[in-house]
T-cell receptor, first 110, second 113 residues
């Protein structure tokens, strides 16, 4: 069975500091990985997906199959980045049964 | 609002009762997903419907059931409620059954007393 682990419940940094939100997964095949974000009083929304290899709001995430990780990174955190971040895994093929991590709350202090 | 809508926003009820949560997907989206978010379990996938038919099942209790109607809105029925059912219930929709991106609703907060 697939599993997504976000080891940090809370990550607190100062503005301008680098940020790395960790995500590790276990899955025997080739999954698709996503990061979702939920800002205060807003809906959960897709931030980025590994197949797009894009940078959104300065965030990037690289899928490391050897380490089974998909860490989310940003070189210089901004106060508006404060939010709840969820890593999610979608198994290859077949029915869509997504697995989400428990989330990491990022707080960026001024 | 052409996004995913959920009603009610808040629901307070007693143990043993039954409630129905409603979700309307984004215009044009055929697939609806239900999730339960509790403090200790995180975001748990419950069930998916696509164009009226059940497509995938996750950690959904037998006391819970769902359906998707011809107009594509969906309802999640929770019965014989227990204290542990208190959680935030999210609905999401996507255009296809296996779409990469899901669009989430604002959630319904259920409190069982």
């Amino acid at each position: 069975a697939q599993r997504v682990t976000q080891p940090e419940k809370l990550l607190s940094v100062f503005k301008g500091a680098p940020v790395e939100l960790k995500c590790n997964y276990s899955y025997s095949g080739s999954p698709e990985l996503f990061w979702y974000v939920q800002y205060s009083r807003q809906r959960l929304q897709l931030l980025l997906r590994h197949i797009s290899r894009e940078s959104i709001k300065g965030f990037t995430a690289d899928l490391n199959k050897g380490e089974t990780s998909f860490h989310l990174k940003k070189p210089f955190a901004q106060e508006e980045d404060s939010a709840m971040y969820y890593c999610a895994l979608r198994p290859e093929g077949g029915s869509y049964i997504p697995t989400f991590g428990r989330g990491t709350s990022l707080i960026v202090h001024p | 609002d052409s996004g995913v809508t959920q009603t009610p926003k808040h629901l307070i009820t007693a143990t043993g009762q039954r409630v129905t949560l409603r979700c309307s997907p984004r215009s044009g989206d055929l697939s609806v997903y239900w999730y339960q978010q509790s403090l200790d379990q995180g975001l748990q996938f419950l069930i998916q419907y696509y164009n009226g038919e059940e497509r995938a099942k996750g950690n959904i209790l037998e006391r819970f059931s769902a359906q998707q109607f011809p107009d594509l809105h969906s309802e999640l029925n929770l019965s014989s409620l227990e204290l542990g059912d208190s959680a935030l219930y999210f609905c999401a929709s996507s255009s296809t059954s296996g779409s990469n991106e899901q669009f989430f609703g604002p959630g319904t907060r259920l409190t069982v007393l």
